[in-house]
């Protein structure tokens, strides 16, 4: 069974970076044709793809949010990582990582919620 698992800091104050990593178990990441996404949801919102990271290594985002977002991979800790800058209250929400496989989302982390405020 894969499992992920975000972690982070729950608090970021506005215009710093927020940095979140999601730890998988039970399967790899760099297992082909799996990609692995990071998805939020503000309070009171839908849900929002944020970009993924494929099993080659390739990277991919939403364009609304291209210019602030990167996520990277530790292949030796089986681990991705969203990096979020200059963030504002309107990153306010809770964070997910997810695989994405076979064209669903197949498995999700629990999330974390992360509030940006001074």
């Known amino acids: 069974q894969v499992q992920l698992q975000e972690s982070g800091p729950g608090l970021v104050k506005p215009s710093q970076t927020l940095s979140l990593t999601c730890t998988v178990s039970g399967g790899s990441i760099t297992t082909v044709y799996y990609s692995w996404r990071w998805i939020r949801q503000p309070p009171g919102k839908g849900l929002e793809w944020m970009g993924a990271?494929?099993?080659?290594?390739?990277?991919y985002y939403s364009p609304s949010l291209k210019s602030r977002t990167s996520i990277s991979r530790d292949t030796s800790k089986n681990q991705f990582t969203l990096q979020l800058s200059s963030v504002t209250p309107e990153d306010t929400a809770v964070y997910y990582c997810?695989?994405?496989?076979?064209?669903?989302?197949?498995?999700w982390g629990q999330g974390t919620q992360v509030t940006v405020s001074s």
């Open positions: 997810v695989r994405k496989g076979d064209g669903k989302y197949d498995f």
């Open positions: 990271i494929g099993y080659s290594g390739s990277t």
